[in-house]
């Protein structure tokens, strides 16, 4: 091997990775609602060997469901395709830091993300106060 060719293949293979994981990226800002004005949410999206949309939503200075007007005892994260009802992901459960982070694979590469706070985790459509929401396009 010529001398310093290790070097420049790692570099080159760095940079490769580099290129690869972020065209395999894409990360989206929810927008909050004047309920919770200093939250910031992001929603990193990615794809699984089989195709599926990966969301990973990160939440930031989110009030506590508890502490809302009026107040409610959960968060639930939505996603809703295009022209199609929303499909309840789960509950988005906000810890003493005031953060949350929340992971759903959906097979929709186009739709709506948004996060409601509601009376209860039982929930089978949206009912509550809306606080984030997206709309993503891939």
């Known amino acids: 091997m010529v001398p310093g060719t290790s070097s420049l293949c790692l ?3 760095a940079a490769v990775s580099i290129f690869v994981s972020s065209a395999c990226h894409k990360q989206v800002k929810l927008n909050p609602s004047p309920a919770v004005p200093a939250a910031t949410a992001t929603a990193e999206l990615s794809h699984d060997d089989n195709g599926n949309t990966i ?3 990160k939440v930031k200075h989110l009030a506590k469901p508890e502490n809302l007007t009026p107040p409610r005892s959960v968060y639930v994260v939505w996603i809703q395709p295009r022209g199609s009802a929303p499909l309840k992901q789960g509950q988005l459960q906000v810890n003493s830091n005031l953060e949350a982070e929340f992971k759903t694979p959906t097979t929709y ?3 709506d993300i948004f996060v409601t706070a509601e009376d ?11 606080v984030l929401r997206q709309t993503v396009s891939q």
Do not use: W
């Open 11 to 13: 570099a080159v293979l």
């Open 55 to 57: 969301v990973d939503l």
């Open 109 to 111: 590469s186009s739709f």
């Open 120 to 130: 209860s985790p039982m929930v089978t459509q949206p009912t509550g106060q809306e």
